[in-house]
């Protein structure tokens, strides 16, 4: 009988099986407080959801070029102008089907099989595993506190040491799941790093929007060896939609298009056009991260009082990232009692650190402020 690849090995994204199972609780009458994905609960705003609803009757919503409709990536790239002063041009913005999509034309042509790629743990898990499934090799880079949960150039180079020269290296700034974010400073020196070795810099900026302490800071355009990963999911409320993009170095454009062409053909039409609305609603999504920063208060005041005392900063995104091991040293089973006890769905640890991650949870805040106050409470009764 023929076998499966080993490529195709990639572990289970634990969120989404932590999901599958508050969806049926939640499907058989149970009352689920739903801390477990990072998803909005609110719907794209109105902007968005009536652009796609005009298009449905009058676009007969044909394929788009590999890239993306101009006029979006024209906005796009407009977006970058207005935000940080700097960016890519229309012409080197590819419109992807969500950040996913991105990724996954990214490393495919930046990497060889066989190629080394440095990325944080505590990380976003699927990095990893859509490098496995190509065929790269994922080297975890330990981080905490002493860095502020980010990668720095000692320790990339400390990597390097150990485990051989990188192809790349993976940033996240708001990370998933700790949502701390790099400085200006060491954002700039990675990437100076990264040039000076010409070594892949690749940085995703899909939370981007979602900060409370400081301005993110873009990567794009910065560098001939630096790749920006971004999405509507997070900000824009979009997570269905299915729509991200690449900000990437004219040399790289034409490469990542004839992938594009052969793996994707386009991202949806019916999502590109929605999403030139979404520039359009900053008002509203703005409204949406204040409510985010008070979920955010509310578990940061309230996890504490339940023994969760030990916390990433959280500087953007709608995560915390929470040590328990003074409650368990088994995240997966701790998070399962806690679903099927205090009915409260949350995302164990070892789905972003494989190898400390077993005496961590992360808790989303992207659902409604009610939601919050009651998980909290529930945590209180159940611990």
């Known amino acids: 009988m023929s076998q499966l690849s080993q490529r195709s090995d990639v572990a289970a994204f634990l969120a989404m099986d932590i999901m599958r199972d508050a969806n049926a609780l939640s499907a058989a009458g149970e009352d689920i407080m739903r801390l477990e994905v990072g998803q909005p609960a609110l719907a794209a705003p109105d902007e968005i959801r009536k652009a796609a609803a005009h298009a449905l009757e009058a676009d007969r919503l044909a394929y788009t070029d590999a890239l993306g409709m101009p006029a979006l990536k024209a906005r796009i790239a407009r977006h970058y102008q207005e935000t940080y002063g700097h960016g890519p041009d229309a012409a080197d913005v590819i419109v992807t089907p969500g950040s996913s999509g991105g990724f996954i034309l990214s490393f495919t042509a930046c990497f060889e ?102 301005r993110a800071v873009s990567a794009a355009g910065k560098g001939d060896h630096v790749i920006v990963v971004n999405s509507f999911s997070k900000y824009y409320c979009m997570t269905g939609w299915r729509l991200g993009w690449l900000a990437v170095p004219p040399r790289v454009t034409r490469t990542i298009e004839r992938l594009a062409q052969n793996l994707f053909i386009s991202a949806p039409s019916l999502s590109q056009i929605a999403a030139m609305a979404a520039f359009d609603a900053q008002p509203e999504l703005d409204r949406r991260v204040a409510g985010y920063a008070r979920n955010r208060n509310i578990l940061l005041e309230g996890l504490p009082e339940v023994g969760i005392t030990h916390i990433a900063p959280a500087d953007g995104a709608f995560y915390l990232y929470a040590d328990v091991s003074n409650l368990t040293d088994d995240a997966i089973g701790f998070c399962k009692r806690m679903l099927h006890e205090a009915k409260v769905a949350a995302t164990p640890g070892l789905d972003f650190d494989p190898v400390r991650g077993h005496k961590f949870v992360r808790f989303s805040y992207a659902g409604a402020e009610a939601d919050m106050a009651e998980a909290v409470r529930r945590l209180k009764a159940w611990l």
């Not at 699927?126 to 190509?134: H, T």
């Not at 940033?171 to 010409?198: F, K, R, W, Y």
């Open 113 to 214: 099989t066989g190629d080394k790629v440095g990325l944080a743990e505590p990380g976003y898990p699927a990095y990893r595993n859509i490098l496995k499934a190509l065929g790269v090799e994922a080297v975890g880079i330990p981080v905490g506190p002493e860095t502020g949960w980010q990668l720095t150039v000692d320790l990339v180079q400390e990597a390097e040491k150990k485990h051989g020269p990188l192809a790349g290296i993976m940033v996240a700034s708001p990370a998933n799941p700790t949502g701390t974010m790099q400085s200006p400073e060491t954002l700039g020196a990675l990437i100076a790093d990264c040039e000076a070795h010409e070594r892949w810099f690749i940085s995703d900026e899909i939370y981007h929007g979602i900060t409370f302490n400081q």
